[in-house]
């Protein structure tokens, strides 16, 4: 086990011998902007009881300088992750003064250095245990404590935390911001931005409260940032869970950061929530990304409730805040944001997610077993997140909403800045609606694996069958073509499903559409009526959410082998052109471009290849001018002209401005680099216009991307001068890494790229014990063969028995994913 992991075991005797008190964390970051300065005075004061005479704390850094027990210095015990502390009373102080270091892989303090500007940026990231490479502490989620940050940074920084500022000190040359106490939190979602970010204020009312607002980027995407939609559907969700939680927003301010180099989506630290720049859009954007990050802002947002102020005792039940979180962020999107049909995207997407993971042989139920952190990291997945809220949106429709909110309200009311485990919510669950909900749980949240429904008629009628058979209360729509040509929902039965085999009444009907409205988590197949309606006229269903479900049972059926591929990808080209639901549009498009390069057989690869190019670019040609829809196509030109090279000519002319592009395409930066990536991976731009794009757009972005498509370019040496780099080049930020990995798959020119496979399993248990778990993670997963066989990866697992889980894991899965690529081209 590496030293800097931590078991549920210990860290549960740990919080049963010691209450948490108060911390004051003390940080210096006068020194980041100079490059050269490693690290960062961090000085912690926590006081705490103890029921035992010794314990530990939690860091990573630098250097310890000091250690103070009950006033009085100790000797530094330490071995790169635990001070050792011994002597405790039963009431005590201890105060670390340590060194410690900023990150480059969004692990604990990030320090992000502008081109654009030369200035520089620094955020916080720590879940789920990073807190400790920035201040000592008790790093588990059980031992809250209300936290005072005061934070030394240069003059004229904007320095935010989770609480608003209480005291200033500036002199000119640098200033002392102290922070109010927070209320009792956990420290992983403590958080602390600094830098000359750009700021900009509101504030929403709700009876006698008021809570600023306040939204923060880079100063030079100041121009980008669209304030005005990202307050209004703040608002919107505020509004909307102050009615339904019925428990006022308790953490005071509402600060929402745009930051650089980010390894997720956001994160939900209360009062100052971060937010991936991936969302302040450079250029065009679709309704489909608007969507997206409609959703995040109200998903993190929940998290204010389910997550902060009630906290799961370990990360077995890390599930207790995202699939809440999850689920509650489309509900506020469907109910109080323009994005009516964000549960369409959910279903096929986010459920996609699901079932994909629930299908791997490392699958976990809802509620995991998770011994250790670095299992913990792995289980921020599809499961978690997706099957979770998919499964609470069955039980609102098992238990009633009304009383699915009332047990909610109960959940805030009683565990109001406490910790919980499942028992807690199912007893409050069970309260509010009446219904005992145990063998619920154990239906849905400690089980594995995702049901396939499929609709079969014998000669008594139908049957409902179902593989790994749950309860399901689900509903079955029948639709018909009304007298314009359009299939419309004639009549919808709903039916309780919980055997293998359940008898239902159905009239004829063009298409029966299994979990129709999607209340529950099951695969739905099409019956082969529906599936003949549906190969004809898919694009007359009218529902977008009924076009949503039979295009996850199309991409289901596919992935299981079920259903050709080149059948697939002969709807996709038929019917995605006439798609109206840009979240829908875009899916298709990925999973038309994810089929052709994994699922068809090598034989039909090239051509499929060269006719999906030729289709994007027709339909991009052809598509309104300026709509989200000519995006999309020309993103998915971008994507296919990698592979292909078959417009690489009229490619080149339009971004050297030799032909115009469509009509209404904006060639923002970010579409201009993918098309440049997909030339330089084609052999059809060298280093010399990528340098010249890069005078375009030199910024974090294009320095990025340029790097991607460096190393894309179909040459030996570039792909091992990309290979060294991403293994072994430990400057590199989590962006540059994934850039360099990126461009070394490009193509997936396995003719330049297939004898680094022995590499990769040769080198792969160093770079666990080396990189931290979130660039190892990068590197074990980009860089994974992509090979025929199966046997390297046998062979690697078979050797390393006694290789880290979370290791094992990840290979585990890359290895499903294969034999499923090359079962599914058998097929």
Not at 239 to 253: I, S, T
Not at 603 to 618: F, G
Not at 728 to 733: N, Q, V, Y
Request: hydrophobic content about 40%; proline content about 4%.
């Amino acid at each position: 086990m590496s030293i800097a992991n931590l078991t549920r075991a210990e860290t549960a005797a740990r919080s049963s011998a010691v209450t948490v008190r108060s911390y004051r964390v003390e940080l210096d970051v006068t020194g980041a902007p100079d490059s050269t300065e490693a690290g960062f005075l961090t000085t912690t004061t926590v006081e705490f009881d103890s029921s035992a005479p010794e314990s530990w704390l939690d860091f990573i850094g630098l250097e310890i300088r000091s250690v103070i027990v009950n006033g009085q210095f100790v000797d530094v015990e330490y071995d790169g992750t635990r001070i050792t502390l011994h002597g405790l009373r039963r009431s005590n102080t201890v105060v670390v003064s340590a060194v410690g270091e900023y990150s480059r892989s969004g692990e604990g303090l990030h320090r992000f250095h502008d081109p654009v500007d030369g200035q520089t940026y620094l955020y916080t990231q720590y879940e789920p245990a990073d807190a400790r490479r920035v201040f000592a502490c008790f790093e588990q989620p059980d031992m809250k404590a209300p936290f005072t940050f005061a934070v030394t940074a240069p003059s004229g920084w904007d320095v935010t935390s989770n609480r608003s500022a209480a005291i200033v000190e500036d002199d000119g040359d640098g200033q002392t911001v102290e922070f109010s106490p927070t209320l009792p939190i956990s420290t992983y979602i403590t958080s602390v931005v600094a830098g000359p970010y750009h700021r900009v204020g509101s504030d929403w009312r709700h009876g006698d409260l008021e809570v600023p607002l306040g939204i923060l980027c880079r100063a030079s995407l100041a121009k980008y940032l669209d304030d005005d939609t990202i307050f209004e559907v703040t608002k919107q969700g505020l509004d909307f869970f102050a009615e339904h939680f019925d428990y006022p927003y308790p953490w005071g301010k509402y600060d929402q950061v745009f930051v650089p180099e980010y390894n997720l989506g956001a994160m939900e630290n209360p009062g100052c929530v971060t937010f991936t720049e991936a969302y302040v859009f450079r250029g065009a954007a679709t309704a489909a990304q608007y969507e997206a990050r409609a959703n995040t802002i109200l998903h993190e947002m929940a998290h204010m409730w389910f997550g902060d102020l009630v906290t799961m005792v370990w990360w077995d039940d890390l599930w207790l805040k995202e699939s809440f979180a999850d689920y509650m962020g489309t509900l506020a999107s469907a109910e109080a944001t323009e994005w009516s049909d964000a549960w369409v995207a959910f279903a096929n997407r986010r459920k996609a997610w699901a079932y994909s993971q629930d299908q791997l042989p490392t699958t976990h139920p809802i509620v995991a077993d998770i011994v250790d952190l670095e299992a913990a990291k792995l289980n921020f997945d599809g499961i978690t997140y997706a099957k979770g809220a998919s499964v609470l949106k069955q039980l609102v429709t098992y238990t009633g909403r009304d009383a699915f909110f009332e047990g909610v309200r109960r959940y805030f009311r009683d565990h109001a800045f406490g910790n919980t485990t499942l028992a807690d919510l199912l007893a409050e669950l069970s309260a509010g609606s009446g219904r005992d909900l145990g063998s619920w749980a154990g239906a849905w949240l400690q089980t594995t694996g995702v049901s396939t429904l499929t609709l079969e008629h014998g000669a008594d009628g139908h049957e409902i069958v179902q593989t790994d058979p749950r309860p399901h209360r689900l509903a079955v729509g029948l639709y018909d073509f009304d007298d314009t040509g359009d299939l419309m929902l004639r009549e919808r039965v709903e039916l309780d499903v919980d055997a293998e085999r359940t008898p239902v009444s159905l009239p004829d009907a063009a298409l029966r559409l299994l979990n129709d409205g999607d209340l529950t988590y099951a695969k739905a197949r099409l019956d082969a009526q529906s599936l003949d309606t549906v190969e004809r006229s898919l694009s007359r269903v009218v529902d977008p959410l009924a076009r949503g479900l039979i295009w996850s049972a199309l991409w289901n059926a596919t992935r299981d082998g079920e259903l050709a591929p080149a059948r697939y990808l002969s709807m996709a080209k038929e019917f995605v052109s006439a798609e109206t639901n840009t979240a829908l549009l875009t899916t298709v498009l990925t999973n038309a471009s994810f089929a052709i390069g994994h699922y068809l057989p090598l034989a039909e690869r090239v051509s499929w290849r060269s006719a999906w190019l030729e289709t994007s670019w027709i339909v991009m040609g052809e598509s309104d001018p300026g709509s989200g829809a000519q995006l999309a196509w020309a993103r998915a030109v971008a994507a296919a002209a990698v592979f292909d090279d078959g417009r690489a000519t009229d490619i080149r002319e339009i971004l050297t401005g030799d032909r115009p592009a469509p009509d209404g395409l904006a060639l923002d930066p970010d579409l201009r680099w993918a098309l440049w990536t997909a030339l330089s991976a084609t052999g059809h731009a060298d280093p010399s216009d990528l340098d010249v794009e890069l005078t375009r757009d030199d910024t974090a972005s294009g320095r990025t991307a340029q790097l991607r498509a460096l190393a894309a370019r179909p040459d030996a040496e570039v792909k091992a001068r990309a290979w060294t780099s991403a293994l072994e080049d430990t400057a590199l930020s989590n962006d540059h890494l994934d850039a360099v990995i990126g461009g070394f798959r490009a193509g997936e020119r396995r003719d330049l790229i297939a004898s680094y496979d022995d590499a990769y399993f040769a080198a792969i248990r160093d770079v666990w014990a080396q990189r931290s778990i979130e660039l190892a993670r990068r590197v074990v997963l980009g860089l994974f063969p992509a090979s025929e066989s199966l046997d390297p990866v046998d062979a690697w697992l078979d050797a390393n028995s006694d290789a880290p889980g979370a290791l094992r894991r990840l290979v585990i899965e890359q290895r499903d994913h294969l034999r499923r690529d090359l079962r599914v081209r058998s097929a």
